[in-house]
């Protein structure tokens, strides 16, 4: 009998009075994923587990769990670590309080297009590696956003427009450049920003052209200012228990399908960006350049901030810039 992980309830079930060992042999992984289906990451994943069904002539069945419907976004890493699901997708920086190696790419201007982004990324992949080996994890794949940009209910020309905005931010860096800008955080996942809005929990978020497309901005705030301010990334990850339990061939299946992931989800992000800008002004956001005023102000605390990250982040972080 192969058990399969399916839905939460049986799923856990299964786990729980079987073990582990059976329940990772199976030939169907569940994995959960942190955004709605049409977000081209989720779109990226769902052509991955079609490889992986396809490099693998069938014996490895992927079901895409997607915007935190099987795990929330901030367990999915646990989950994965703990061997619930052997497979899930996260926002890397979201792990940024247990290592700030891990949110060096949500560090405001310091890699803000796609060439540098890619230097970033090899930088910091050895020490992620590393991170997440610890935990019994192991890096398939990570495909950046489109660079990040501010979106306002009313206008904003200075740093100083930003004080005392409820501010919806989604991990603890883009909490710190809120709280320096005067700004009042609070975390927000993708699928619940509509609903912050709406209900004036928040009036004002930095994230990607995509994201504000997806989650219908214009249905609740008016501005977007073009900042470019930094190219975050998410990561796949996979339980190594679980990988090494495959055979070789599905392995390699695995791998596979995962470098053509990559390679697929950086090209789409790159096409995302103007398509989603379009987007957004078609449905009657105005799109600005950011004033030189404000430009300079989130500039300055990006300064602050990396000077603080490089003080807490020890001898990776320093690894990291050097090889950056
Ligand atoms: N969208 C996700 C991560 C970055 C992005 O562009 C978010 O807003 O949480």
Redesign the pocket.
């Known amino acids: 009998m192969t058990i399969a992980f399916r839905p939460v309830a049986t799923g856990l079930a299964f786990a729980a009075t079987f073990g582990f060992a059976q329940a990772v042999t199976a030939d169907t992984w569940d994995m959960p994923t942190p955004y709605p289906d049409a977000t081209f990451h989720t779109v990226n994943i769902q052509q991955f587990a079609k490889d992986v069904a396809a490099n693998s002539g069938g014996k490895l069945t992927i079901t895409v769990h997607s915007a935190g419907s099987l795990f929330k976004h901030p367990e999915i890493k646990n989950a994965v670590r703990n061997g619930q699901v052997p497979m899930g997708e996260f ?1 890397l920086s979201l792990l940024t309080n247990e290592n700030p190696a891990f949110g060096i790419d949500s560090q405001p201007f310091l890699a803000t297009n796609y060439a540098d982004a890619k230097r970033l990324w090899a930088a910091q992949k050895p020490v992620v590696d590393k991170l997440l080996d610890a935990q019994g994890l192991m890096a398939l794949y990570a495909v950046p ?2 660079p ?1 940009g501010l979106y306002t209910k009313r206008e904003v020309n200075s740093l100083a427009d930003l004080k005392g905005m409820k501010f919806r931010t ?1 991990n603890a860096v883009l909490e710190k450049l809120a709280q320096k800008a005067g700004a009042a955080p609070t975390q927000i996942e ?1 699928p619940d920003i509509p609903q912050a809005f709406a209900t004036g929990r928040v009036e004002a978020m930095i ?2 052209p ?2 504000g497309a997806n989650s219908k901005a214009w249905d609740y705030l008016n501005h977007f200012y073009d900042t470019q301010a930094w190219v ?1 990334k998410n990561i796949v990850v996979v339980n190594k228990r679980a990988f090494q339990r495959l055979d070789a061939a599905t392995q390699k299946a695995v791998k596979d399908a995962a470098a053509a992931a990559e390679t697929r989800g950086w090209d789409m992000s790159q096409k995302e960006t103007a398509e989603k800008i379009a987007i957004l002004k078609q449905n009657g956001i105005t799109v600005h350049t950011p004033s030189a005023e404000l430009m300079n102000g989130l500039k300055a605390l990006g300064t602050e901030m990396i000077t603080e990250w490089k003080a807490s982040a020890g001898a990776d972080g320093a690894s990291i810039l050097a090889n950056y």
């Open positions: 926002f956003w489109p990040q989604n993708v994230t990607s995509s994201t975050p």
